[in-house]
Every structure is written in structure tokens, then in C-alpha cells.
């Protein structure tokens, strides 16, 4: 795919501030010149379906949906793509990640991914992370409990 735009992607654990950052400059440039995008979502009935069951197939299909179905179209319109979270997340996803169909698939898959521009890794100690997430939490996010 030709794309005119830039694809920057931010990894880290979760509570790292990825979102928070990448929110901000979103809000900072223009909104015709910027999208920000979230890989883990849990917005529609397909996302929460796939967060019950966590094989990494599922989440395999996912991006590759996500990534031409959404980002694609972004970047040949020559947007800024602020990714949070990638196929990087899912490469690492313990313990799926080392199971032999799981490498496999993501072997298959390989050419349907994009490389970014730009990796952003964000690092923060665990306990700062864990304060943040039982601070931005609410009580209603099982996941991290």
C-alpha cells in the first residue's frame, strides 16, 4: 500500500501513559491531519467478545481488520495515525504468544501489518502503573484487578 501519512505506534504496559500522551498530541494538531487509534477496545459487541476469549487468533484477525479497514484508509488520505497498542502487543502476549499455531499465524499474517514510521516504547515502574490503574479504573475494569 502507498500511504502518504505517518503510522506511529505506542507500546508499553498497561498504566504506562500511552494513552494519555498520545490523547494529547492528537488534541494538540488538527483534527483534519490526525487520528488517534486504539488497538484494545471495548466498544462494540465484536470487541467484547474477543476480550472474553483471549486467544491471540482472534486478536491476529482483529488488527489485520482494523489495520485496512481503518488505518489504511487514513493514511492514503495523509493523516497522522497515533497508534496505541499494535501487533506488537499480541507478539508478546504471554502464554499464547510461544504456542507453535500462534507463530505460525502470525508468520502467515506477517504482510497484512504495517511497519510504523515512528515506535514509541513507553517504560514506567510497575507500581507507578498500578497506582494509575486503580486510580483511572473506577471499579468497573475487571481486566485489572
Not at 482494523?66 to 493523516?79: F, S
Not at 502476549?93 to 506477517?110: S, V
Not at 504482510?111 to 514510521?117: A, G, K, N, T
Request: with cysteine; proline share 3%; hydrophobic share 45%.
Amino acid at each position: 500500500m502507498a500511504r502518504r501519512g505517518l503510522f506511529v505506534v505506542a507500546e508499553g504496559i498497561d498504566g504506562a501513559g500511552k494513552s494519555s500522551v498520545l490523547r494529547a498530541v492528537a488534541a494538540s494538531l488538527s483534527k483534519d491531519k490526525v487520528v488517534y487509534h486504539q488497538f484494545f477496545r471495548r466498544n462494540t459487541a465484536w470487541d467484547r467478545f474477543i476480550q472474553a476469549r483471549t486467544s491471540s487468533w482472534f486478536y491476529f484477525f482483529e488488527c489485520v481488520r482494523q489495520t485496512w479497514v481503518e488505518i489504511c484508509p487514513a493514511l492514503r488520505q495523509g493523516k497522522i495515525v497515533l497508534q496505541d497498542r499494535y501487533i506488537q502487543t499480541i507478539d508478546t502476549y504471554a502464554p499464547e504468544a510461544k504456542r507453535w499455531r500462534n507463530r505460525a499465524l502470525r508468520w502467515l499474517l506477517a504482510p497484512f501489518f504495517l511497519q510504523p514510521d515512528f515506535f514509541v516504547w513507553f517504560q514506567v515502574e510497575p507500581c507507578v502503573a498500578i497506582e494509575r490503574l486503580r486510580t483511572h479504573s473506577n471499579g468497573n475494569d475487571r481486566y485489572h484487578q
